[in-house]
């Protein structure tokens, strides 16, 4: 039987004890950390879109997109203190439910970093031509050059998105000869956007207007199945803005007293970045708006669609938050900062980058894991003689990315994203409590508390998330899937090694190719 080709998980668990991490890690430096992951681009470029899909209900967005990350984060943090090696919810699912399973899992985990890789490129080519281009130097790049056909907020006439396609094959050249990033330049990085964010926040709320906020709700809190809109809707793109809460869940086995400093430093970090995303939201919504652009039929213009584009175009619309492509700044600009507006500009155009490098090398480690299984073609893994890294690999993955960021809206990347990860945390959850059933003896560094209903509270949360994406967007999921087993039964099935009788884990594979990133494993791409 397929189902039954389980990855034996004493095999996993020899290696994981092979590391034998110091554990010196308390729940403040677990929240500290947790914080440093999960900020990052999605509060940096959607907030346009969120506002977009539901108006001043951002903020509820940002509240629902918390909840559902939070059940998500305590399933997920039993099972990586439990299998603490590399491949994530692929090599979890492979050591519980099989083969079949772990490699639909592993293939929605590429989909993921790739397109979440894109949509970093997308949003950060929105500040650079708008605060280092325009403000800085003047230069008005043409729309045919800095958006794609159906670029959110972009001008009809956009062909390609010339920064976007640069930025991501720089980054993926840079992998290819081995550049790595230092944890006090990652540390730095993150200070500077949290400081950014803060100061947006002092400016902008003192400024807010109450009648802003009226309609709070201008499409509904449900926008309908497959719709994309309403406060529902927006959660599930904004969905974005969190993900990363996973660094904290890895750092299990190097906490002290991880049964009470992991939840703490989840709960923690997940309830600090939803009250300060809901405060980022209100300081923007709350000084020049936030009600989205209807259409004819009192429904929101899709954000990203070719109609918006037309009606930003037009004199009226042109300062409005949804329009914008660099939100933040452009807020800050509109109510007489346009100084720190443009620092703040800077700070997304220096940060950014940093998060699209870490995708592309989480993606390269995603591939290893699953080409060291036999499921992909070693030759996918193959390491350059000087430069030691994996270029086949990073060379296809960082063209497929370029490829997206020039044709596609960062929302739309965005939801394609979520659709992914919202797979992969759902077959966490079930692998938890198939884990407690099947394995009730093993050692646990960390048991989720009430598991019987956060699991199930999670796969519901994430199926829910899921259903409210836009119907494109969902259509993306099951597509890319009927590829992979297309795959998976043409070539994986045959030449699995656990399908031949090999069932060897060597991790130091990985670790031996380039110096390891911080925060590779994270998925930092919030």
């Known amino acids: 039987m397929i189902f039954g080709r389980v990855k034996p998980l004493d095999a996993i668990l020899a290696t994981a004890e092979k590391k034998s991490l110091h554990r010196s890690l308390g729940a403040l430096q677990l929240t500290l950390f947790g914080i440093g992951c999960v900020i990052g681009t999605g509060i940096f470029v959607l907030t346009a879109a969120g506002a977009q899909k539901a108006g001043p209900g951002l903020m509820l967005a940002f509240a629902i997109a918390g909840l559902i990350c939070i059940v998500a984060a305590l399933c997920y943090a039993e099972i990586a203190a439990m299998i603490p090696v590399a491949g994530s919810a692929y090599t979890y699912t492979y050591s519980v439910m099989g083969e079949l399973l772990a490699w639909t899992v592993g293939w929605a985990l590429v989909l993921e970093y790739a397109v979440a890789a894109s949509a970093v490129s997308v949003g950060w080519s929105g500040y650079f031509t708008g605060t280092i281009l325009n403000e800085f ?24 998105n010339l920064p976007a396609v640069v930025i991501a094959l720089l980054v993926t050249w840079l992998l290819m000869i081995g550049t790595t990033e230092s944890a006090r330049v990652n540390a730095v990085l993150v200070a500077i956007k949290v400081t950014a964010l803060t100061v ?59 049964q009470k400093n992991v939840p703490i430093g989840l709960i923690g970090s997940l309830l600090f970045c939803t009250v300060f995303y809901i405060l980022v939201a209100a300081g923007a919504i709350g000084t020049i708006g936030g009600q989205p652009i209807m259409g004819p039929n009192g429904i929101p213009f899709p954000a990203g669609s070719e109609e918006l584009a037309r009606q930003c175009a037009l004199p009226q619309y042109g300062e409005m938050l949804v329009c914008s492509n660099e939100a933040l700044a452009h807020v800050l600009r509109v109510i007489g900062f346009s100084g720190v507006g443009n620092m703040l500009g800077i700070a997304a155009f220096v940060a950014l ?57 960062v929302g739309q990347l965005a939801d394609i994203a979520n659709a992914g990860t919202l797979y992969a945390f759902m077959m966490v959850a079930i692998a938890v409590m198939l884990l407690r059933k099947s394995e009730p003896n093993r050692p646990r560094k960390f048991r989720t508390p009430a598991l019987w209903l956060l699991g199930p509270l999670t796969i519901v949360g994430c199926i829910f998330l899921f259903l409210n994406l836009p119907l494109e967007a969902m259509l993306v999921l099951p597509v890319w899937g009927a590829i992979g087993l297309v795959i998976y039964y043409a070539y994986s099935y045959r030449n699995s090694h656990l399908g031949r009788g090999l069932i060897e884990v060597h991790e130091t594979e990985i670790a031996d190719i380039e110096p390891g990133i911080p925060g590779v494993e994270d998925g930092n791409h919030a």
Do not use: C
């Not at 130097?137 to 390609?160: C, K, R, T, Y």
């Not at 060291?372 to 270029?391: A, I, M, N, Q």
């Open 200 to 258: 947006f926040i002092f400016l902008t709320l003192p400024k807010a207007e109450m009648d802003n906020f009226n309609p709070f709700l201008p499409a509904g809190v449900f926008g309908g199945f497959g719709s994309g809109i309403g406060a529902v809707g927006a959660a599930a793109t904004i969905f974005f803005a969190y993900v990363g809460f996973d660094a904290v869940s890895t750092a299990a086995e190097e906490t002290r007293d991880p």
């Open 353 to 409: 980058p940093s998060v699209i490098l870490i995708l592309l090398f989480g993606q390269t480690r995603i591939f290893f894991v699953m080409s060291r299984d036999g499921l992909l073609p070693e030759g996918l893994s193959k390491v350059h003689p000087k430069w030691k890294t994996p270029y086949v690999v990073t060379a296809i993955t960082g063209g497929i990315v370029a490829f997206a960021a020039a044709f596609l809206p």
């Open 137 to 160: 130097m003047g230069v008005q790049l043409p729309a045919a050059l800095s958006a794609g056909p159906l670029a959110l907020g972009g001008a009809p006439g956009g062909v390609i």
